[in-house]
């Protein structure tokens, strides 16, 4: 009994030190700054169905998160099988053709469209010309944005 003791009170005792350790908190990701992101400076990585560049993803004075990404996809392909996105999308048409499909329907959009899909919104492109599509997508998350 007399071990019981005392492993429970060395056990408390290791547990309210632990509680006074200051743990840092996790860093916070450096906020979006004003910049150009020079295309031949972005690394193009190579993806099953094209080619994909990271332009930039954090979070800005105003924004939890603004992310931006440009796609080449090859003809025939999809960017994805149809999935929800919670933040809502930009998606603007460089080169090429896609069929944008958002909530059940599916629309052709070619260089110089812009697609919007709204919060909630079920969505897949498809490349279905014979050339590839080029496409720059921006996704912003609020405050709002629901986070699951």
Known sequence: MKTFLCTLAFTILGLKLMAQTNIPAPAQPEKLTSAVYDWEKMKPVPVPNGVRRTVFDGPTATLDKLHCHITVLNPGEVSSEPHLHLQEEVIIIKEGTVEAYFDGKTETAG??????????????????????????????????????
């Open 111 to 148: 260089p110089g469209s812009v697609i919007f899909f709204k919060s909630h919104a079920v969505t897949r492109l498809r490349n279905p010309g014979k050339v590839p599509a080029s496409y720059t997508v921006v996704n912003y998350f609020t405050p709002l944005t629901p986070k699951s």
